[in-house]
């Protein structure tokens, strides 16, 4: 695989060669997923994935069944948060045709608007947390699953309603700051 600029990753020693590989093919595809550049939709990725590959993360990407479902809806996200782009892989493994990585995102909502909601000036920022699980099949995504909490995001671009609350999951300073959430008791 040609050599790419990626966030920084801790990858275990103990990871085979064919390990590595996959991880390097699950990278490539977050790395176009995430490319306001790069991302024209289905068609950047499918290269990257089996014919019969399939997509999961029903509450946040409903709809979304394969990977190339999963790019088109990206880049739709981005056309809003157009400076969007992982900032690191905080974790990265791999067993035997299964890789996780784990990573931190963040972007400002300084482009189109986003379901009528117009950016702000200066625009919102956000930073999150997702994990995504790969299958990788004879070097190609054969599954995609993705865990993420989409609330923290949407809250702190101002896309989501929040009550005030003092319960920090319900608390609007709180779910704008998560690290200050993870201090604060229930």
């Not at 004879?138 to 809250?155: A, C, H, L, N, Y």
Request: glycine letters at 4%.
């Amino acid at each position: 695989m040609a050599s790419k600029e990626y966030p920084p990753t801790a990858i275990s020693a103990e990871q085979t060669p064919e390990e590595v590989k996959n991880i390097d093919v699950a990278k490539e595809y977050m790395r176009i997923s995430y490319s306001p550049t790069e991302n024209k939709g289905a068609e950047s990725v499918r290269h990257l994935c089996t014919s019969d590959s399939w997509f999961y993360s029903p509450s946040t990407f409903p709809g979304c069944t394969t990977p190339m479902d999963y790019a088109d809806s990206h880049a739709t996200v981005m056309a809003s948060v157009n400076d969007l782009h992982i900032v690191r892989f905080d974790q990265a493994w791999a067993k035997d045709g299964h890789v996780l990585l784990r990573y931190t995102a963040e972007g400002s909502h300084s482009g189109k608007p986003y379901k009528g909601i117009e950016k702000s000036d200066p625009p919102k920022q956000a930073r999150w947390w997702a994990a995504a699980i790969f299958e990788i099949e004879d070097g190609k995504v054969k599954s995609f699953t993705k865990d993420w909490d989409q609330k923290i995001m949407q809250i702190q671009l101002g896309w989501a309603p929040v009550k005030e609350s003092k319960d920090p999951r319900w608390n609007r300073d709180m779910l704008a700051n998560p690290e200050q959430a993870l201090k604060a008791k229930e």
